[in-house]
């Protein structure tokens, strides 16, 4: 099943973001190594909220839950993406892609694109580095570089892709050097030169290049049933369409139609706990900010009403009057942020929203 959708703007009220810890910006290298979100003081005037992905993969750390937890903050929101990540041949190797600028352009969230410059050598693994390590100067640069920039994210964020190839060649650079140094052998750098050559050519190439491989992985997904997901119905591609003519393609987990009413479900399961873990629950929320801000929903030309559904399953039986404290404070919080911006919650059996 083929689904197309608009989004015009987002309108979202986020209840579930976790409170940050303030670090002055001479902290930031040690704020990044300790915490996934937090609040940095510029001087007495300034303070942003700022997350960052491990890696440039959408599906890799939980970058999702990492920006949702900055969505509260009433300020600029920052988060820091390395266009590469390479982990060695042992390991894997991520590239930044455009429509994670463009979703966060559409969130309104800065996107400061980076790179890795430090890493050690895996106890595990001959050919495999860990512990990678952000160029900090480079990030203090463009932070100061946005304290200054007056207009809005997206056009921040387009002024980043188009140094993309520049911060590519870096990021190679760096680790060349890392595998020097460690004595690790690393992926193809031939491979890597031929992408950096497209970023280099500018935001249309970078575009139509993470556009081919978006569909790809949108296709793969789609007919992939994953470890955090207990799914019945069918699953669906969802391609969205933004204002300024970008493209988003996801995926819905999990798709049922009542005449003109289309629910749009993510799942989240976990095996062992009552409900999935805050970090899951937080991954599918961002999925929730999108389903409730569509427009124009149609399959094959057809009309139909989104149905938002956040779908949480567990191998145990949910009674909320056994839950935790921890978890009935979670589960309270959740059911006031679906009402608030009108998503349903359906838990193992039954809509608890």
Known sequence: MN??????????????????????????GKAISKEATFLLKINSENKIAISWWVSSKRTRSYPYTRVYDTLSFSGRKVTIIPVMKDEGKDGDRDFLQWDT????SLLGVYVIISYYEEAFKSNRYENKITNQRFNILHIKYQIRELLSYQSDALHWNLLQVSKVGEIAKKSLNAYIKISQLLGVEMHSEITAKERIKLLI???????????????????REAVTIQPKESLKGIKATLTIKNYLGGYYFFTADEVKINNK???LIEGKHTIKGRVPSIGDIKDGLLKMILFTNLKNVKIDDKNYNPIPV??????????EKVLTQNEKKLIDLLKKEAKFNNFKIYINNSFLV
């Open 310 to 319: 956040l779908k949480l399953t567990s191998n145990k039986s949910f009674n």
């Open 201 to 219: 050519k500018g935001k249309d190439a970078f575009m139509n290049l993470s556009r081919g491989l978006a569909e790809k992985a949108q296709i």
């Open 261 to 263: 009413d289309i629910y």
């Open 101 to 104: 600028i463009s979703l966060m």
């Open 3 to 28: 689904i197309t959708a608009k989004i015009t703007g987002i309108k979202y009220e986020p209840l579930l973001c976790k409170k940050h810890n303030l670090w002055s910006f001479d902290d930031i």
